[in-house]
Nanobody, 121 residues
Framework: QVQVVESGGGWVQPGGSLRLSCAASGKIFRIYAMGWYRQAPGKQRELVAGITRGGSTNYADSVKGRFTISRDNAKNTAYLQMNSLKPEDTAVYYC???????????????WGQGTQVTVSS
């Protein structure tokens, strides 16, 4: 059984910062890509930032220069540092881990339950 758990969400004023964490646990052989997605009310879920096992990153245009994704492979953990937050960043943020549970296993996507980020004054 694999679990993906996000933490670190909350309320912050515009211009503020938050740091999200995502921890994967359980029967994991290897985690490949990890990513942060978000879904605002009435909108589709969108990719915010992704990172490969080797550390290559990609970002949505709307967060470039403000958000930074990182990971610790030894801890099966990913982070999202969010700076200069704007009201339009308000959403539920989800972590995704693409992983295998054995050396010969298929890669599967696992999702966390989401953490709410609210940016308002």
């Amino acid at each position: 059984q694999v679990q993906v758990v996000e933490s670190g969400g909350g309320w912050v004023q515009p211009g503020g910062s938050l740091r999200l964490s995502c921890a994967a646990s359980g029967k994991i052989f290897r985690i490949y890509a990890m990513g942060w997605y978000r879904q605002a009310p009435g909108k589709q879920r969108e990719l915010v930032a992704g990172i490969t096992r080797g550390g290559s990153t990609n970002y949505a245009d709307s967060v470039k220069g403000r958000f930074t994704i990182s990971r610790d492979n030894a801890k099966n953990t990913a982070y999202l540092q969010m700076n200069s937050l704007k009201p339009e960043d308000t959403a539920v943020y989800y972590c995704n881990a693409n992983l295998s549970v054995s050396a010969w296993g298929t890669r599967w996507d696992y999702w966390g339950q989401g953490t709410q980020v609210t940016v308002s004054s």
